[in-house]
């Protein structure tokens, strides 16, 4: 089992370039979350998704970003126009009974 | 924030020894996860934990939901217990999964 895979592990982008980031979560897992993680917020929740339907996204700032989940093999997280202050780890976990969660090694991305 | 709370911040232990960790809850906790960062930063699941405890190895954690707080106990410390431990909560009953963490504690074992 190759757990929670998250690609890239690290991006480097522009001011008001878009990023996209993806999550494979483990296989069999219904369950996908997104966080990020920064020193000065801690850990964030940002959205998740069950059986593919988007069920929370109350941590997701309400413009340029967005995520979805089109097959239950694949999750992603688009920023557009990203700014400085979105410079993050950004986490994706997975679960098999909804709670319990295992989390991937995050994309490191910094915003210049 | 301050919805979950975590003490101490900060912690120095030497191999053999044992502390205990400890989580604060302002809001209404249903269950509560452990992990742990390792200084790779990959975030390690320990415990999933509803109300009572539960134990693995060396380590041990408890939950009282009515008395809102969570502890982690880590006995005969090794170098390789070092990093980073947050506790994390799931709010209210049939609410989101989505997980509130505290600040973390970090954990530094030393020979």
């Known amino acids: 089992n190759a757990g929670v895979i998250q690609t890239p592990r690290h991006k480097v982008t522009g001011k008001g370039q878009e990023a996209t980031l993806w999550c494979e979560p483990i296989s069999g897992h219904s369950a996908v979350f997104w966080y990020r993680q920064t020193i000065v917020q801690g850990l964030e929740f940002l959205t998740y998704?069950?059986?593919?339907?988007?069920?929370?996204d109350s941590g997701m700032p309400k413009e340029r970003f967005s995520a979805q989940m089109p097959n239950q093999s694949h999750s992603t997280l688009k920023i557009q126009s990203t700014q400085p202050q979105d410079s993050a780890v950004y986490l994706c976990?997975?679960?098999?009974?909804?709670?319990?969660?295992?989390f991937g090694p995050g994309t490191r991305l910094l915003v210049l | 924030g301050d919805k979950v709370k975590q003490s101490p911040s900060a912690l120095s232990l030497q191999e053999g020894t044992n502390s205990a960790l400890r989580c604060n809850f302002s809001i209404a906790a249903t269950t509560v996860q452990w992990f742990l960062q390792n200084p790779r930063g990959s975030l390690i699941n320990l415990f999933y934990?509803?109300?009572g405890t539960k134990e693995n190895g060396r380590l041990k954690s408890a939950f009282d939901s009515k008395e809102s707080y969570s502890t982690l106990h880590i006995r005969d410390a090794q170098l390789e217990d070092s990093g980073t431990y947050f506790c994390?909560?799931?709010?209210?009953?049939?609410?989101?999964?989505?997980?509130?963490f505290g600040e973390g504690t970090k954990l530094t074992v030393s020979s």
């Open positions: 934990l509803v109300p």
């Open positions: 994390a909560a799931e709010e209210g009953q049939g609410g989101s999964a989505k997980l509130i």
């Open positions: 976990a997975s679960s098999l009974d909804g709670h319990t969660q295992y």
């Open positions: 998704f069950r059986n593919q339907a988007p069920i929370d």
